[in-house]
């Protein structure tokens, strides 16, 4: 195998007798895999997004000391 052309036919010639009988199962847990990482990431970026706006809150407050006991 030289070349991506001799694995691709290598590959399709060991393939053609291999039943896979999982196939659909596996691509179901691929897709439960991806939801739950953009779950992941949507409540990351939601988080982030309330400490900004509370650092944004707390800091435009007005009247607030800088100076601990004051």
Known sequence: MNTLHDLRTTLGREAAGF??????GRADAVRQR????????????AAAAAVV????VYSAT????????R
């Open 19 to 24: 039943d896979d009988t999982e196939r659909h």
């Open 34 to 45: 991806v939801r739950v990482v953009r779950r992941r990431r949507a409540s990351a970026v």
């Open 53 to 56: 706006a509370t650092g944004g």
């Open 62 to 69: 007005p009247g607030r000391s800088t100076r601990p006991g």
